[in-house]
């Protein structure tokens, strides 16, 4: 059985790094799978202002590159690949990847989520071209020019924000009657001379020849569409974590976002999950290294309990 993991971490961003720093600190032997990069979406991240520690703010991939330095100098092994099933009825559960087949005393789920799409004409043809959900990313590409950003919550505000230092213009496009993004961000975005709202509005088309030129818009209340000239439009219309493999197998809400108790433990014995994929997460970064730190400590309670049973 020496090729059986005490524990093996399923997403490689600070919620599973950090899992993987106290796992290996508690003597654990440890695999952490990444079916690409580690850091998942802080890596967008031009600055982060309220990560515990930095109170001038650090910039996503050096907080990343920091925590993953950490967790290895403990002893942190990586894997990279997807798990696509899992047979979590036995001891050792198997995890099913591409190619092979790792067995493990212990999961912690951290796999995230991704953004979700508009589903409206162009936003797959301007992908690229005028369409982004990453504004530091592609930011640059849309100097001096009219962008829209498209959401209330603090992922639109911020980037939105963050455009305003290149773009002319930057409007942003809400459902709803009123943001929801922190209050912080909220009033820096309402002191911003560059920043217009479109309340109660949303987006029907994206539209141009080579690159994104307009959107379509629709007023909810009044029901009448217009055209607005834009250059780019940055999407942060909502999450989804990133749990589709393993349905069926672990309990989830309606969502898709893993069931757990206070101590990131589904009610599979040796199962847990942590960070943005689980249930009434805050999905904020602190709270997700919290998250994996929680699932850690369970699992070697798990492990010490399920020992002495043995």
Not at 100 to 115: H, K, M, N, P, T
Not at 253 to 282: Q, Y
Request: with cysteine.
């Amino acid at each position: 059985m020496s090729n059986v993991h005490d524990v093996v971490i399923l997403g490689g961003g600070t919620t599973g790094l950090s899992a993987g720093m106290y796992s290996v600190r508690a003597g654990l032997n440890t695999l952490l799978i990444e079916q690409s990069g580690f850091g998942g979406q802080i890596l967008n991240a031009d600055i982060i202002e309220n990560f515990p520690g930095f109170p001038q703010g650090i910039a996503g991939p050096d907080l990343v590159m920091a925590i993953q330095e950490q967790a290895s100098n403990f002893g942190l092994e990586y894997a990279f690949g997807q798990v696509q099933a899992l047979n979590v009825q036995k001891q050792p559960m198997i995890l099913q990847t591409e190619s092979d087949e790792i067995l493990a005393r212990s999961i912690i789920i951290c796999v995230g989520g991704e953004r979700n799409r508009l589903g409206v004409p162009g936003e797959e043809e301007f992908e690229g071209r005028g369409v982004s959900n990453c504004a530091t990313c592609d930011g640059y590409f849309f100097a001096d020019q009219e962008v829209l950003v498209v959401g209330g919550g603090d992922s639109a505000i911020d980037e939105g924000l963050y455009l305003t230092q290149i773009c002319s213009k930057v409007t942003v496009i809400h459902r709803r009657n009123q943001l929801r993004a922190s209050r912080v961000l909220q009033e820096r975005a309402f002191q911003n001379s560059k920043m217009d709202f479109r309340y109660d509005s949303v987006v029907e088309s994206i539209d141009g020849r080579d690159a994104v030129t307009s959107i379509g818009l629709r007023n909810l209340k009044t029901d009448q569409s217009e055209e607005i000239a834009a250059a780019g439009i940055f999407i942060y219309a909502g999450y989804h974590p990133n749990t589709l493999p393993f349905q069926g197998t672990i309990p989830m809400d309606d969502g898709g976002h893993i069931k757990v108790d206070l101590n990131m433990a589904t009610e599979i014995p040796g199962v847990f999950a942590a960070g943005d994929c689980r249930w009434h997460s805050a999905r904020q970064l602190a709270t997700g290294a919290g998250d994996g730190v929680t699932a850690a400590l369970s699992a070697y309670t798990f492990l010490e309990r399920l020992d002495q049973s043995a």
